[in-house]
């Protein structure tokens, strides 16, 4: 079952642009992972926020978390053509089995 | 280049039939996950080995099995293939136990039954 779900589904902006995506999920966490997946290739880390966390920064990425709502937003800011790729949250539950729960990811497709 | 190998990067095979794939992880990884990911399910846990021994199970169907060697490398194996059983299927690693910790993703296994 999907721990996290993302929203939107998918998203077409231009160069240039911030692309925002979101992601919800519904158990208590101890920390939470956004990863992209370029097109049938294996998914790559981009930044692991910690529960205790409420902002982390790692270049043009910002990673916000919400867990009294139990959400988290990834911000790329000026982005590229090369941040096309698909977007997935990854959630590392408290309780219970130690392995990541990944959400239904976003489509970010930026147009040139 | 996350450091993380996977052999076939392709495999089509027909419905019954079973097939091993093969996992490298990172120099000095001791765990190994498995995932699969398909168009309904989404990427889906399915099997966590950490130095040898099973650690994590996730959504596995019986059908599935997987083995970590003493040289770490892990395979998984599937039998009696059905079509559904078609997807792409990576593996990841980590040093530790701790499965929540940042994984590293091979390039995937696209595997299809006809």
């Known amino acids: 079952s999907q721990q996290g779900e993302e929203d939107p589904q998918a998203l077409s902006i231009q160069e240039g642009e911030n692309a925002t995506m979101n992601c919800s999920y519904k158990?208590?966490?101890?920390?939470l992972q956004w990863y992209r997946q370029n097109s049938g290739r294996g998914l790559v880390h981009l930044i692991l926020i910690r529960s205790n966390e409420r902002e982390k920064h790692s270049g043009r990425l910002r990673v916000t978390l919400d867990t009294s709502k139990k959400s988290s937003s990834l911000l790329i800011t000026a982005s590229r053509a090369a941040d096309t790729a698909s977007y997935f949250c990854?959630?590392?539950?408290?309780?219970?089995?130690?392995?990541?729960?990944f959400g239904s990811g976003t489509r970010l497709q930026v147009q040139p | 280049d996350s450091g993380v190998t996977q052999t076939p990067k392709h495999l089509i095979t027909a419905t019954g039939q079973r097939v091993t794939l093969r996992c490298s992880p990172r120099?000095?990884?001791?765990?190994v996950y498995w995932y699969q990911q398909s168009l309904d399910q989404g990427l889906q846990f399915l099997i966590q080995?950490?130095?040898?021994?099973?650690?994590a199970k996730g959504n596995i169907l019986e059908r599935f099995s997987a083995q970590q060697f003493p040289d770490l490398h892990s395979e998984l194996n599937l039998s009696s293939l059905e079509l559904g059983d078609s997807a792409l299927y990576f593996c990841a690693s980590n040093k530790g136990l701790a499965g929540g910790d940042t994984q590293y993703f091979g390039p995937g296994t696209r595997l299809t039954v006809l």
């Open positions: 990854a959630t590392d539950a408290l309780a219970g089995r130690r392995a990541l729960t």
């Open positions: 158990t208590s966490i101890n920390n």
């Open positions: 080995y950490y130095n040898g021994e099973e650690r």
């Open positions: 120099s000095g990884d001791l765990s």
